[in-house]
């Protein structure tokens, strides 16, 4: 049993290394030249529809956990772009990671992507503006928030190299960790334990559960890709899945925290509940689909 999960540890790690390593350096260094002012300005200047695809646009290309996206909302919300496109923003970025997106391609396949990438934009647009059609953005504290200043870059190797070593240090150990969960499940846990009896089929009621389930954990979708390849390999259906895997990415308590210091708590449970309905309605579309 023990060389059977040593053997599988090995193989999920060494792929999702050079797989994370690669597009980790990729992506740091074409964010040299992205340009971040332009797309701020077209979502606070242009066509709802328009800001809403550069706001998704902004969430792809700032490959942010859920609390680092709070900096970046305040400072939209002071250059008063509109209410709506921030939230889209605020619920799109988690989400929608770069370097994620092209881990689950590897590990899930394309078609699980695309759809999630699509599912994911199209929730995170229509809870952007229905929260701003609610006038929640009567919700928002005023904040003035300092040290947040992105300075102009450009297409620079070493920065890049050093963006990704950072890159490494905050999320490649959630990453090892995943692979070894998952390792231990393939290994250990025999094909026939409640994974199809419970966990598989149609038992729908595991969407909303985990949905719920996801928000507290806080587990970062760099832990739960590997693990979901697993629990899908022994029979866990892809809805539960991944409705875990958005709540968890789309919600945390320290976010959760740190959201409380910008918006009042309609604002806070609104998000909150949000970032549920977003995470069922996919895992059930998944189904679906």
């Known amino acids: 049993m023990w060389e059977d999960i040593i053997k599988s540890f090995i193989g999920i790690a060494l792929e999702l290394t050079v797989l994370f390593v690669g597009i980790s350096f990729l992506i740091s260094l074409l964010q040299g030249i992205v340009p971040y002012e332009k ?29 680092s996206t709070i900096p970046v909302v305040v400072n939209l919300l002071n250059k008063k772009v509109r209410f709506g496109i921030v939230m889209i923003f605020l619920f799109a970025s988690p989400v929608l990671d770069p370097t994620i997106l092209t881990l689950m391609t590897a590990i899930l396949g394309w078609k699980v992507t695309l759809i999630y990438t699509l599912i994911t934009s199209v929730l995170s647009v229509l809870i952007g503006f229905l929260l701003e059609k609610l006038h929640f953005e009567k919700q928002v504290k005023k904040v003035i928030m300092t040290g947040y200043n992105p300075q102009k870059k450009k297409l620079d190797i070493k920065a890049a190299l050093k963006e990704t070593l950072t890159l490494m240090k905050s999320v490649y150990p959630y990453l090892i960790i995943g692979a070894g969960i998952g390792a231990i499940i393939h290994g250990a846990v025999p094909t026939e334990w409640r994974f199809t009896t419970y966990l598989g089929g149609d038992n729908w009621w595991l969407v909303p559960v985990a949905a719920i389930l996801g928000i507290p954990l806080y587990i970062r979708l760099s832990t739960m890709i590997p693990i979901s390849q697993i629990m899908i390999a022994k029979g866990m259906a892809l809805g539960p899945v991944m409705a875990l895997m958005i709540s968890s990415a789309g919600a945390s308590l320290p976010e959760i925290t740190l959201l409380n210091s910008i918006f009042k708590k309609k604002l806070v449970s609104a998000f909150i509940v949000s970032v549920f309905c977003m995470s069922t309605i996919s895992g059930f579309l998944f189904y679906i689909l």
């Open 39 to 67: 797309m701020e300005q077209m979502m606070a200047k242009t066509h709802p529809l328009v800001s809403a695809l550069a706001a998704l646009a902004f969430a792809f290309v700032t490959p942010f956990c859920s609390c």
